[in-house]
């Protein structure tokens, strides 16, 4: 049997914690409680004193100072329980010594039950925040990648096992689809591997480079793991080796639910929908909780946001395409990724940007792109190009909502917080990536990085069209910067902005 310590080291942030919370509960209750003093604060002052004191000292005596992953959540409620039940109880009989002081049992109750609700919300929260840490659809470790292991020869399936492989895919897929895979890689040969299966052991099983290409009929929308499913198949391929998955698409999810009731109720529906199955798996302290309820099944996937887990964990995407409900997409091992840990995605998102003395610092933004679409740029970029205004031609990242915020400037509003820590100033180049930087001329980029990035860029005085029009509009800004100095130029380029705005009615492309 172990034996409990009653003297430890205590927790400190626990200790600070519950004295900001024995601070809040106190003024709430002498501050906004009806008592028959009109000088609460100075009549109970000893009362809060004592009733601080003996709540720190049966915490500690009671190990509620030891760190939360020591212990389960319903052991910290019952310490919480005793050292609650023994404060009342001292206080009851310190009240009670104390008589001439006419301290008020309502006070000690009222003041009692306010701290031991703060004190069980702090505990939920406390739990609630380790639980949530632990996360299981982050990439797991790279192994050491063995010599490659020689691929045996490629053989064809006979007639008979071809007919049965196709047999068995129709059951669950349309002939288009079949047609298509056929069409893109070689399915009936002995170095291709099928499955259908939401099983991750299933590939964990297979040898080291034993298939040049596997292929999973199984939608990822009912995998819970995916990334873990991507980077457990790039471990598992040769170099360039194919890996063949499908998804339903979040445009079909939505088409079927509109469809299936009237516009007003089908509305109502989809948001909550929308809600429930795609903003809780991309917050923090409701990921996990969505999946353990969910299981990940019937999960709602973006066509970015699965390209962009495909990128993120190794993959180039060589085609995808739309049969029948489902999108069926063909990549190739192109290396194994780091190991960045779990990746969230809220509201406010930071982005990488080239700044001054070409030092990378991040932008705040509100998130107006689908989660992994940070790591599509240049599969966007090679397949869509660029259209008027320097944006991509059809940028399949960014979501209905943030084509809004951004048409309007409001994803912007984030970036006073660069502006006051000093990374940009009111007028200047835009911020932009490291692939967008690499884009442009030498002589530019060695302009950019001698000055700081701006909230308003020189872009909405001129309003070319063509990167090279966006090109030389900086060049001009940045050559005035230099000839004329900064503060007049940007005096000058401000105006010209707020008249293009709003005389011209400039919008964000």
């Known amino acids: 049997m172990a034996r409990i310590r009653l003297f430890y080291n205590p927790y400190w942030r626990y200790v600070i914690v519950d004295a900001i919370a ?44 030891i760190p939360v992953k020591y212990m389960k959540m319903g ?23 104390m008589e ?36 299981d659809d982050t990439p797991v470790e790279a192994p050491k990648r063995d010599p490659q292991m020689a691929i045996k020869i490629a053989e064809a399936l006979s007639a008979e096992e071809q007919k049965e492989l196709r047999e068995s895919i129709l059951e ?21 591997f099928t499955l259908r299966s939401t099983d991750l052991y299933n590939i964990k099983k297979l040898p080291n480079y034993s298939y040049e290409t596997i292929v999973n009929f199984m939608p990822l929308n009912q995998i819970r793991g995916v990334n873990k499913l991507f980077t457990t198949v790039n471990d598992k391929l040769p170099d ?4 063949v998955c499908c998804y339903e698409p979040q445009s079909v999810t939505k088409r079927n639910i509109l469809s299936r009731y009237p516009v007003v109720f089908g509305w109502m529906y989809y948001m909550a929908f929308f809600c429930y199955k795609r903003v809780l798996p991309k917050l923090f302290m409701t990921s996990r909780l969505y999946f353990d309820i969910t299981e990940g099944k019937n999960r709602v996937l973006s066509k970015a946001e699965v390209l962009g887990r495909l990128c993120y964990c190794g993959f180039e995407i060589i085609d995808e ?94 970036m006073l917080i660069n502006l006051i820590k000093g990374d940009m100033k009111l007028v200047g180049v835009r911020p932009i990536s490291q692939h967008y930087y690499s884009l442009y ?43 004329r100095g900064t503060f007049v130029t940007d005096f000058i380029y401000f105006w010209r902005i707020v008249y293009t705005i709003v005389f011209k009615r400039a919008h964000s492309s």
């Open 22 to 65: 024995l601070v809040v509960s106190v003024c709430i209750v002498l501050a906004w409680f009806p008592l028959s003093t009109q000088i609460p604060f100075q009549k109970y002052s000893i009362f809060v004193l004592v009733f601080s004191v003996m709540w720190l000292l049966f915490s500690y005596l009671c190990h509620r100072y």
């Open 75 to 97: 052991k910290d409620i019952r310490r919480l329980s005793a050292a609650s039940v023994l404060l009342f109880a001292g206080m009851y009989g310190y009240m009670m010594l």
């Open 100 to 135: 001439g002081k006419n301290f008020s049992i309502w006070v000690l109750l009222t003041v009692w039950l306010v701290m031991l609700g703060a004190s069980l919300i702090i505990l939920v929260f406390k739990h609630a925040y380790r639980y949530a840490l632990d996360a």
């Open 172 to 192: 669950f897929a349309p002939e288009k689809a079949l047609r298509y895979i056929e069409k893109s890689i070689d399915l009936y040969s002995t170095n291709t």
């Open 240 to 243: 360039n080796g194919i890996w």
């Open 321 to 414: 395409r739309k049969k029948g409900d489902l999108c069926y997409v063909i990549a190739r091992r192109k290396f194994r990724p780091e190991i960045t840990g779990r990746r969230l995605y809220g509201i406010l998102v930071k982005l990488n940007r080239v700044g001054k003395k070409g030092r990378l610092f991040k932008v705040y933004k509100f998130r107006t792109m689908h989660p992994y679409s940070e790591f599509l740029q240049a599969y966007i970029y090679e397949r869509y190009s660029l259209q008027e205004g320097g944006k991509f031609n059809h940028d399949i990242r960014v979501t209905t909502l943030g084509r809004i915020m951004r048409r309007y400037w409001m994803d912007e509003l984030p």
């Open 441 to 483: 001329c030498t002589e530019l980029q060695e302009q950019r990085v001698r000055h700081k990035p701006g909230l308003l860029p020189p872009f909405y005085a001129d309003m070319p069209k063509t990167l090279d029009e966006i090109q030389e509009s900086e060049m001009r800004y940045l050559s005035m910067c230099e000839k």
